[in-house]
T-cell receptor
C-alpha cells in the first residue's frame, strides 16, 4: 500500500463549487504539505503543517484553506473554485528525523474547474 | 528569496546517451539540494540529495555534485534508458522551515 494517498485522483468541477481534496499518510510523519503543479512552474507550496495545531500559509494560499484533522490527515479545500485553479495537486509529508529534509509525495489529484 | 533555475525541456535523446540537466540556485546560507523525479502519472520521488558543499549525491546511475562556488547542482547520467523518461525537478531547502523550493522541471524523453 502507498504511504501517502490522495483522494480523489481526478475531479472535474464547475466554477463556484466547493471542493475538498484529501490526503492520508501512514509514514508517521508530523509534517504535511500541499503543492500545486502547473506546466513550466514546478511545484508551488499552498499550505503546510508541522503538527496538528500548526498551520501555515505557503506562497500561493489565496483561494484555498486547509484542515489538519489528525496527524495522518491533511485536507485542502477550494471554497469557491475558479478555472485558474485547474492544476495537479500534490500532498507531501516529511518527518523530523533524518534532518527532516526529504519529502514524500502522494500520487496527485488532477483537478479541472470548468 | 530562494529560487531554483533549471534548463527547459523537453530533452530528447537516444538510449545509452549521456544526460546532463543543469540546475542553479539562489539562496542565502547553505541550503540542502535535491533532485526529484516524476514518472508519468505518478507523484514525485526523491532521486538524490546533497546537504553540503562538494557533496555528491548518487542513485540509480544518476549523480549530482553540490557546487557552492557556482551555486549549481547539475544532474548527470552516463547511459540513459527508456525507463529514465520522466520529468526531473531540482529543489532546495533551507535549514529552517523545511519548505522546498522547486525549479520548473525538465522533461526527458529517451527513445529506443
Amino acid at each position: 500500500d502507498a504511504d501517502v494517498t490522495q483522494t480523489p485522483r481526478n475531479r472535474i468541477t464547475k466554477t463556484g463549487k466547493r471542493i475538498m481534496l484529501e490526503c492520508s499518510q501512514t509514514k508517521g510523519h508530523d509534517r504535511m504539505y500541499w503543492y500545486r503543479q502547473d506546466p513550466g512552474l514546478g511545484l508551488r507550496l499552498i499550505y503546510y503543517s508541522f503538527d496538528v495545531k500548526d498551520i501555515n500559509k505557503g506562497e500561493i494560499s489565496d483561494g484555498y484553506s486547509v484542515s489538519r484533522q489528525a496527524q495522518a490527515k491533511f485536507s485542502l479545500s477550494l471554497e469557491s473554485a475558479i478555472p485558474n485553479q485547474t492544476a495537479l495537486y500534490f500532498c507531501a509529508t516529511s518527518g523530523a528525523g533524518t534532518g527532516g529534509y526529504e519529502q514524500y509525495f502522494g500520487p496527485g489529484t488532477r483537478l479541472t474547474v470548468t | 528569496g530562494n529560487s531554483v533555475t533549471q534548463m527547459e525541456g523537453p530533452v530528447t535523446l537516444s538510449e545509452e546517451a549521456f544526460l546532463t540537466i543543469n540546475c542553479t540556485y539562489t539562496a542565502t546560507g547553505y541550503p540542502s539540494l535535491f533532485w526529484y523525479v516524476q514518472y508519468p502519472g505518478e507523484g514525485l520521488q526523491l532521486l538524490l540529495k546533497a546537504t553540503k558543499a562538494d557533496d555528491k549525491g548518487s542513485n540509480k546511475g544518476f549523480e549530482a555534485t553540490y557546487r557552492k562556488e557556482t551555486t549549481s547542482f547539475h544532474l548527470e547520467k552516463g547511459s540513459v534508458q527508456v525507463s529514465d523518461s520522466a520529468v526531473y525537478f531540482c529543489a532546495l531547502v533551507k535549514a529552517a522551515g523545511n519548505k522546498l523550493t522547486f525549479g520548473g522541471g525538465t522533461r526527458v524523453l529517451v527513445k529506443p
